[in-house]
Structure formats: C-alpha cells, structure tokens
C-alpha cells in the first residue's frame, strides 16, 4: 500500500484545513487508517482514527471536538477535517494503514504503512 497525503499549507488560528490521504492498492477498505503528527523536536504522536467501516473513530484528548476523520473506500481516501486551529497543531501530519482486524488503534507499531507527510502551520 502507498499513501500520498495532501492539503497542508499555512493556516489562521482558528481557521480550517482538510487533509486527504489516497492510498493505492485494492485493500484499502480493509484497513484501519491513522493520522499522526510531529511537530518540530517532538515525537510523533496520535491524533485520530478510523476503522475499516468508518463507523469507529478515535482521537487524541488534544483534537477531539476539533478534529474529524472519515473515509471514501470507493475513493480509496482518508480524510482529516481540521477545525478551531490552533498554533500547538502545527506539525507535518502522516498518514498511516494499519492491517488490524478490528476497531483502531492509537499505536504506531500496529500501523505498517506510512504515507510522506504534509506540512500544517498554524500562525497567532
């Protein structure tokens, strides 16, 4: 599986952005989907998922509210609507596909996949 995501960019504190993530391959719908991120001289951290249904989500304490993930298995997308910005959410943000069977996770051992990153910056 290949993950390209796209729609970074530069961003007003309480302004919005939408990421979306396309992955290649025919298993997309089988897999759980993650979003990460990792701001500068930090480790990569959490921010939300998505089972293979989109029924289920999860997200870290710091986005929940703001943040929403959904997914198009016909269009073998992800998406992270990114409300209510805030300067501390400024990070390249990835994309990841995880083969678990159900549910989602919020550990980056069980995602196998990983797209490039996109670059999110949010101005006071």
């Known amino acids: 599986v290949q993950l390209q995501a796209s729609g970074g960019g530069l961003v007003q504190a309480g302004g919005s952005l939408r990421l979306s993530c396309e992955a290649s391959g025919r298993a997309f719908s089988r897999y759980c989907m993650g979003w990460f991120r990792q701001a500068p001289g930090k480790e990569r951290e959490f921010v939300g998922a998505i089972d293979w249904s989109g029924v289920y989500t999860d997200y870290a304490d710091s986005v929940k509210g703001r943040f929403t993930i959904s997914r198009d298995n016909a269009k073998n997308t992800v998406y992270l609507q990114m409300n209510s910005l805030k300067p501390e959410d400024t990070a390249v943000y990835y994309c990841?596909?995880?083969?678990?069977?159900?549910?989602?996770?919020?550990?980056?051992?069980?995602?196998?996949?990983w797209g490039q990153g996109t670059q999110v910056t949010v101005s006071s």
């Open positions: 990841a596909a995880s083969t678990i069977v159900s549910g989602t996770s919020n550990l980056q051992i069980f995602y196998s996949y």
